[in-house]
Protein backbone atom coordinates (compact mmCIF):
# COMPACT_ATOMS: atom_id res chain seq x y z
CA UNK A 1 0.00 0.00 0.00
CA UNK A 2 0.93 3.30 -1.11
CA UNK A 3 1.68 5.73 2.44
CA UNK A 4 0.57 9.16 2.48
CA UNK A 5 3.31 11.96 2.66
CA UNK A 6 4.10 13.30 5.59
CA UNK A 7 2.87 10.08 7.29
CA UNK A 8 2.93 11.17 10.98
CA UNK A 9 2.00 14.73 10.33
CA UNK A 10 -0.89 13.66 8.57
CA UNK A 11 -2.24 11.26 11.34
CA UNK A 12 -1.74 14.15 13.58
CA UNK A 13 -4.45 16.01 11.48
CA UNK A 14 -6.83 13.02 11.02
CA UNK A 15 -6.25 12.11 15.13
CA UNK A 16 -7.36 15.71 15.82
CA UNK A 17 -10.08 16.61 13.08
CA UNK A 18 -11.67 13.27 12.55
CA UNK A 19 -13.58 10.87 14.32
CA UNK A 20 -11.78 7.67 12.95
CA UNK A 21 -10.66 4.71 14.34
CA UNK A 22 -6.99 4.10 15.91
CA UNK A 23 -6.44 1.23 13.45
CA UNK A 24 -7.97 2.92 10.55
CA UNK A 25 -5.25 5.54 10.63
CA UNK A 26 -2.38 3.16 11.79
CA UNK A 27 -3.35 1.24 8.66
CA UNK A 28 -3.18 4.39 6.47
CA UNK A 29 -0.36 5.68 7.85
CA UNK A 30 1.85 2.83 8.37
CA UNK A 31 1.82 3.24 11.93
CA UNK A 32 1.43 1.45 15.04
CA UNK A 33 -2.13 1.43 16.29
CA UNK A 34 -0.56 2.01 19.53
CA UNK A 35 1.74 4.72 18.28
CA UNK A 36 -1.43 6.63 17.16
CA UNK A 37 -3.17 6.40 20.67
CA UNK A 38 0.25 8.23 21.80
CA UNK A 39 -0.60 10.41 19.34
CA UNK A 40 -4.15 10.91 20.62
CA UNK A 41 -2.53 11.35 24.26
CA UNK A 42 -0.12 14.25 23.49
CA UNK A 43 2.68 11.86 24.23
CA UNK A 44 4.60 10.72 20.88
CA UNK A 45 3.57 14.00 18.33
CA UNK A 46 4.88 16.72 20.52
CA UNK A 47 5.97 19.54 18.18
CA UNK A 48 4.90 18.24 15.31
CA UNK A 49 2.23 20.20 13.02
CA UNK A 50 -0.79 18.67 11.35
CA UNK A 51 -0.89 18.03 7.51
CA UNK A 52 -4.36 18.03 5.93
CA UNK A 53 -4.44 15.16 3.39
CA UNK A 54 -7.80 16.66 1.94
CA UNK A 55 -5.97 20.03 0.85
CA UNK A 56 -2.91 18.04 -0.52
CA UNK A 57 -5.05 15.62 -2.83
CA UNK A 58 -4.53 12.50 -0.63
CA UNK A 59 -7.85 12.01 0.40
CA UNK A 60 -11.39 13.45 -0.14
CA UNK A 61 -13.74 14.21 2.58
CA UNK A 62 -16.44 11.84 1.09
CA UNK A 63 -13.64 8.99 2.05
CA UNK A 64 -12.92 10.44 5.51
CA UNK A 65 -16.97 10.31 6.05
CA UNK A 66 -17.09 6.43 4.59
CA UNK A 67 -14.84 5.50 7.11
CA UNK A 68 -15.98 7.03 9.93
CA UNK A 69 -19.44 5.30 9.17
CA UNK A 70 -17.83 2.31 9.03
CA UNK A 71 -14.82 1.48 11.82
CA UNK A 72 -13.25 -1.70 9.43
CA UNK A 73 -13.22 0.25 6.63
CA UNK A 74 -10.12 1.07 5.56
CA UNK A 75 -8.63 4.40 4.06
CA UNK A 76 -8.14 4.37 0.41
CA UNK A 77 -5.29 6.74 -0.89
CA UNK A 78 -6.46 8.74 -3.93
CA UNK A 79 -5.53 7.69 -7.62
CA UNK A 80 -4.02 11.00 -8.56
CA UNK A 81 -1.76 11.22 -5.47
CA UNK A 82 -0.82 7.09 -5.69
CA UNK A 83 1.49 8.50 -9.33
CA UNK A 84 3.01 11.32 -7.94
CA UNK A 85 4.27 9.70 -4.19
CA UNK A 86 5.18 5.94 -6.27
CA UNK A 87 7.00 7.70 -9.41
CA UNK A 88 10.72 7.60 -9.56
CA UNK A 89 12.22 11.26 -10.62
CA UNK A 90 14.26 11.46 -14.24
CA UNK A 91 17.55 12.08 -13.67
CA UNK A 92 20.95 11.74 -11.45
CA UNK A 93 20.76 11.16 -8.05
CA UNK A 94 23.06 12.61 -5.04
CA UNK A 95 25.55 9.87 -4.19
CA UNK A 96 27.48 10.62 -0.77
CA UNK A 97 30.68 11.18 -1.24
CA UNK A 98 31.57 7.66 1.23
CA UNK A 99 29.74 5.82 -1.15
CA UNK A 100 31.25 7.15 -4.61
CA UNK A 101 34.56 4.82 -4.70
CA UNK A 102 32.10 1.91 -4.28
CA UNK A 103 30.65 2.46 -7.65
CA UNK A 104 33.71 0.33 -9.18
CA UNK A 105 33.38 -2.43 -6.91
CA UNK A 106 29.52 -2.77 -7.80
CA UNK A 107 30.47 -2.04 -11.75
CA UNK A 108 32.87 -5.17 -11.05
CA UNK A 109 30.01 -7.31 -9.57
CA UNK A 110 27.53 -6.35 -12.41
CA UNK A 111 30.10 -7.15 -15.00
CA UNK A 112 30.90 -10.77 -13.45
CA UNK A 113 27.57 -11.77 -12.54
CA UNK A 114 25.87 -10.35 -15.83
CA UNK A 115 28.02 -9.82 -18.65
CA UNK A 116 25.02 -9.49 -21.01
CA UNK A 117 23.70 -6.39 -19.19
CA UNK A 118 24.58 -3.28 -21.70
CA UNK A 119 27.03 -0.27 -20.31
CA UNK A 120 23.90 2.18 -20.64
CA UNK A 121 21.45 -0.22 -18.26
CA UNK A 122 24.57 -0.17 -15.86
CA UNK A 123 25.20 3.25 -15.81
CA UNK A 124 21.34 4.06 -15.14
CA UNK A 125 21.46 1.56 -12.62
CA UNK A 126 24.36 2.67 -10.45
CA UNK A 127 24.44 6.41 -11.85
CA UNK A 128 27.78 6.30 -13.21
CA UNK A 129 29.07 7.16 -16.86
CA UNK A 130 29.92 4.65 -19.69
CA UNK A 131 33.50 5.58 -19.62
CA UNK A 132 33.88 4.71 -15.74
CA UNK A 133 32.52 1.18 -17.27
CA UNK A 134 34.38 0.41 -19.71
CA UNK A 135 37.50 1.01 -17.53
CA UNK A 136 36.74 -1.52 -15.37
CA UNK A 137 35.84 -3.61 -18.14
CA UNK A 138 39.11 -3.76 -19.71
CA UNK A 139 40.83 -3.36 -16.59
CA UNK A 140 42.26 0.00 -17.23
CA UNK A 141 40.51 1.81 -14.22
CA UNK A 142 43.08 3.95 -12.31
CA UNK A 143 42.30 1.63 -9.06
CA UNK A 144 42.12 -1.42 -11.27
CA UNK A 145 43.94 -3.30 -8.31
CA UNK A 146 41.79 -2.10 -5.70
CA UNK A 147 38.83 -3.32 -7.05
CA UNK A 148 36.81 -5.97 -5.53
CA UNK A 149 33.14 -7.03 -7.07
CA UNK A 150 30.57 -6.11 -4.24
CA UNK A 151 27.18 -6.19 -4.69
CA UNK A 152 25.35 -2.75 -5.83
CA UNK A 153 21.87 -3.49 -3.20
CA UNK A 154 24.54 -3.38 -0.47
CA UNK A 155 26.94 -0.77 -1.00
CA UNK A 156 23.49 1.05 -1.30
CA UNK A 157 23.87 2.09 -4.71
CA UNK A 158 20.80 0.87 -6.27
CA UNK A 159 17.61 -0.88 -4.66
CA UNK A 160 16.78 -4.89 -5.27
CA UNK A 161 13.89 -3.84 -7.26
CA UNK A 162 15.78 -1.78 -9.66
CA UNK A 163 18.39 -4.57 -10.05
CA UNK A 164 15.92 -7.28 -10.62
CA UNK A 165 13.81 -5.02 -13.17
CA UNK A 166 17.35 -4.80 -14.87
CA UNK A 167 17.95 -8.30 -15.32
CA UNK A 168 14.48 -9.52 -16.14
CA UNK A 169 15.14 -7.05 -19.13
CA UNK A 170 18.17 -8.53 -20.28
CA UNK A 171 16.70 -11.84 -19.62
CA UNK A 172 13.51 -11.11 -21.90
CA UNK A 173 15.97 -9.43 -24.55
CA UNK A 174 18.04 -12.84 -24.68
CA UNK A 175 15.43 -15.01 -26.55
CA UNK A 176 14.81 -11.77 -28.95
CA UNK A 177 18.46 -12.20 -29.77
CA UNK A 178 18.41 -15.87 -30.13
CA UNK A 179 15.48 -15.29 -33.05
CA UNK A 180 17.26 -12.71 -34.84
CA UNK A 181 20.55 -14.70 -35.32
Known amino acids: ?19 LSFEQIAAFCGMHPLEV ?8 SGGIRGLDPTANGQLTLEEIARCEKDPKAPLQIMITAKQYITHKTKGSRYTPV ?11 WLVKHYPAMTDAKIAKLIGTTKNTIAAVRGKTHW ?15 CTQTHLDAAVSSIKQAEPAEAKAQ
Do not use: C, F, H, Y
Request: charged letters at 25%; glycine letters at 6%; hydrophobic letters at 45%.
Open 98 to 108: ARRQDKPDAIA
Open 1 to 19: MTLPLMPKATAVWLVENTA
Open 37 to 44: QGIADGEV
Open 143 to 157: NSSNIKPRDPVLLGL
